[in-house]
């Protein structure tokens, strides 16, 4: 059967949630949640998300492509310098992602989003004013550490704290606010690049990201519902009394647990080869497609994308939550694949687009699956350690990937054949994530084999 509609609650969850009003909580809900008391709150705070989301990895990432191109068009510089700063980029959100992801699980979330959005804002200021190239690789770093502190690490511990069997759903919605951010924000950053000059486009930016983020960190997310005398998925109202008492979630899990489970240590080869992959095509997407369509459609191509991951998400969250995660992301890794290799390969327009489109599917549910699995794997409350230990994995292959391709593109002559090595690093990634086992299955296996 398919879940009622997340806007609607069942009798029983208003029923429970009528009884939460007249419950002792910790702390009040925000007032929003006065103009549909009877919707879990945690979807409010999904939608919050989303569009933090839509600001925050809309610049951070997809804003990243523009740069690329802005900053050599603009100065004349290298392209191989600008694109070695956008993989240091990576690598810092990464490096970062570690100590980000235990204070999260530690302190919460909310301090984090607030200095990471103001470090991304002066981070951008600053990109619009360099005169010189090395100036671009320190406030790449400050870009990557607001990125990192503003990004999916303490957005994801948000939700997999307030939604467990809806918890891919609300993912979803979450993660929809990056899509929207590559379709509405990179044709508005490059008209103003064209029309204004980079330093005004920057601003702009770094004026939507202040005003679109501190609201939903002020007065829209919350950390925790069990702060809110609330349980996940607003299944079980509870009293304040009742917040330290009732049944426990599972533990925190220290980090050398973590990295010695070998669910832990597949997951990372899985995703840290393919964002390898993924980031490097994506990085180049612009580049590539204006060399065999032209610049007008080349950024068509990448609206494509954006749109390609908006409708991914909406069709593979709504069914996420009701099947295995490990097959369906493999799935996705070998659409990738497919996807890369039709645009290595074709020759018209149409099955150029297509292929951008179809790129686009798939990126936005890998970004997604890599929460839900980390979630799925070591629980709510080791979530952001068990991101950020991923992340320094993730992240750093993927500002590995831009340079390899660059290194490909310039040993081979061209992008074509050297797209066909991330079609099989994709495939390689695919069957790795299919050995993936919960940690207590891990444990279960080597009972058995020992006795």
Known sequence: MFPSPLWWTTSERRSQLSRASTLPATRPLPRLHRLAPKVFYGWFVAFGCGLLSFVVVGIGFYGLVVFLDALVAEHGWDRAQVAAATSLYWVVTGLVGIPIGRGVDRFGARGFLLAGVLVMALALVGIGRVTAPWQIFPLYVVLGIGFSLAGSIPSGAIITRWFSARRGMAMMLAHTGVSLGGIILVPLFSGWIA?????????????????????????????????????????????????????????????????????????????????????????????????????????????????????????????????????????????????????????????????????????????????????????????????????LVSQIASGLGPLALGLLRSAHGAYEPALFWLVGGACGAAGIVLTIRQPGEERGRETSVSG
């Open 195 to 391: 029309t204004h000059g980079l330093a005004v486009a920057v601003d702009r930016l770094a004026a939507i990201l202040l005003v679109v983020s501190l609201p939903m960190i002020g007065f829209v997310l919350r950390s925790d519902p069990r702060s809110h005398g609330l349980e996940a998925d607003g299944g079980q109202a509870i009293s304040a009394e009742e917040t330290q008492t009732s049944r426990p979630r599972p533990g925190p899990r220290s980090q050398a647990d973590i990295l010695r489970s070998p669910a832990f240590r597949r997951l990372a080869a899985s995703f840290g080869l393919m964002l390898f992959c993924q980031v490097a095509f994506a990085m180049h997407e612009l580049a590539f497609f204006r060399g065999r369509i032209g610049p007008e459609l080349a950024a068509l191509a990448v609206s494509a994308t954006a749109g390609g991951s908006l409708v991914g998400r909406l069709v593979v969250g709504s069914f996420a939550d009701r099947m295995d995660r490990r097959p369906l992301a493999a799935a996705l890794f070998l659409l990738q694949a497919v996807m890369v290799a039709l645009a290595a390969s074709a020759e018209g327009t149409t099955a150029l687009l297509v292929a951008a489109a179809g790129f686009g599917f798939t990126i936005g549910n890998i970004f997604l699956f890599q929460s839900l699995l980390v979630a799925e794997l070591f629980g709510a409350a080791s979530f952001g350690t068990a991101l950020g230990l991923l992340q």
